[in-house]
């Protein structure tokens, strides 16, 4: 008997040994079809970094010098102070937002979940120039309150101008990423919280809130890169940054080595912020380890907060839609009442659906074998590929659009001036908008469901295709729905690297602007914003939480 026993304890623990070797090969080493996709996109966001490299190294050496003046410091701290103050303001706007429109009974709240998220198509240079016009020293505000002896507001101008222009445009970033997350929520640990006499807003802030960490940093990081390659909504702010100094270089020098030494800083910086999310996320695990089923989170009640919260969604979406729609709007208006001839636009609504879902599919297939390697199989090389794949995002367009023309006049002639080398370069600019959606669901899919099918003989595509995207679908979704917003509104790469003729809303906007054609610009504007709508209404149709019980 002490024998049979003791074999069977052998056995037990022979059993227990090769599932831990299991588990350590399957997180240890990548397969070829996740590591191949994700080395080419770590080559491809190289491209921008090399290009500025080969410039930086023909730099003289008062370029280099330029580097460590004192002004240069004084730069880069505005550049710093901006990114946190936007990033803060876009999650506190976002979180609450995608809570109330995923988790409540919020009135329209499918309405809302769409209208929400529609400011990302809307130009950063257009979104500063709406606050101004509102809340300016002349602004609409101050007119309304000339009767009450208001003769002049402070000044809109700098920091406070900026930062509320870029985070009514930038929040969608983190909404999106958290709305996501909170459809693969397990509600079981909230539930046994409120059994445990939590209320609500209590349940959500010590167990909900902490499980969509990852979320919220991915979007946040979004907007933080983001922040810092923007040059329309700084240049009309008067709020000096590193972007708007590697523009004014640009533009006014002959020798571009000066701005892309500076365009190198910004890659630094943007390494840097990289660095502090990583270590932010930690090594916490977001996913259900227990046994049984997960359970998906019912619809909270607001009672009497109902109406202030849909207040709260309206004054968001008053400030950050439905006034730019209401000035493109204005515009178009007094140009027909003027005369003015307004071209059709079909053409060019074309060429910016085409290229933008073109875009959006291609980032967003590479996101999912990129994320998976990002968090199934942690370690230097997964991080070394993550770093990469974020520096385009933090590069202004312009650089990114050079770097490809150089490469493409050089070294892929047959893909040079053609759709191709547009997409590339969108994806090269928005894959880490992809990649942040997905990873932020990846991580809260538990990999024993991966290993079970596994061990029944799955191969890793198959486990992929059968288990995890299924799971991943909410975050594909959404990361593919802001690939195709922010491709829709580009416009340096759009005007560098489009075919021959090849127009979009995009640069339509942008060329009648330039002539102070205000209504030819607003009617690409206004159609901008209902082309991007139309998606978007069926993505939060497909990702709406069903209506659950009471919580």
Known sequence: MQGDSSSQVLTVRLADLTRARTRRGLSSLPSLWLLGPSVFIALAMLVPVAYLALRSAGA???????????????????TALLAVSVTGVAVLLAVPLAWLTARSDLPWRRFWGVVSVLPLVIPSYVSAFLVVSALGPRGLLQQMLEPLGVERLPEIYGLPGATLALGLLTYPYVLLTVRGAMENLDASLEQSARSLGYGPWRAFWHVTLPQLRPAIAAGALLVALYTLSDFGAVSLMRYETFTWSIYQQYQSAFDRSVAAVLSLALVAMATAILVLESRSRGRMKYYRSGSGASRRAGVTRLGRWRWPAAAFCGIVASLALALP???????????????????????????????????????????????????????????????????????????????????????????????????????????????????????????????????????????????????????????????????????????????????????????????????????PGLLLILLSSVPMAFLVVRLRSPEGTRT
């Open 325 to 523: 729609v209401a000035i493109l709007g204005y515009w178009l208006a007094r140009g027909i009442a003027a005369g003015e001839a307004l071209s059709p636009l079909w053409s060019e609504a074309r060429n910016s659906l085409y290229g933008s879902v073109l875009a959006a599919l291609v980032a967003a297939a590479l996101a999912v074998p990129a994320a998976a390697l990002l968090v199934r199989h942690p370690g230097k090389l997964s991080r070394g590929l993550e770093f990469t794949s974020y520096v385009g995002y933090a590069l202004p367009g312009v650089v990114v659009a050079l770097a490809l023309v150089f490469f493409g006049a050089n070294y892929a002639r047959p893909v040079y001036q053609s759709i191709w080398l547009l997409v590339f370069a969108y994806v090269v600019l928005f894959f880490p908008v992809a990649l942040s959606a997905v990873r932020s669901a990846m991580v809260q899919i538990n990999p024993r469901l991966e290993e079970a099918a596994r061990g029944l003989g799955l191969s890793p595509p198959k486990v992929m295709a059968r288990v995890t995207f299924p799971l991943l679908r909410p975050g594909v979704l959404a990361g593919a729905a802001l690939v195709f917003l922010v491709a829709m509104k580009e416009l340096p790469a759009t005007i560098i690297l489009g075919p021959l003729g090849f127009a979009t809303l995009a640069t339509a906007i942008w060329s009648a602007s330039s002539e102070a054609f205000f209504a030819r610009a607003a009617a």
């Open 60 to 78: 003289s050496d008062s370029a280099w010098e330029l580097l460590f003046r004192a002004r240069t410091a004084w730069t880069l701290g505005r």
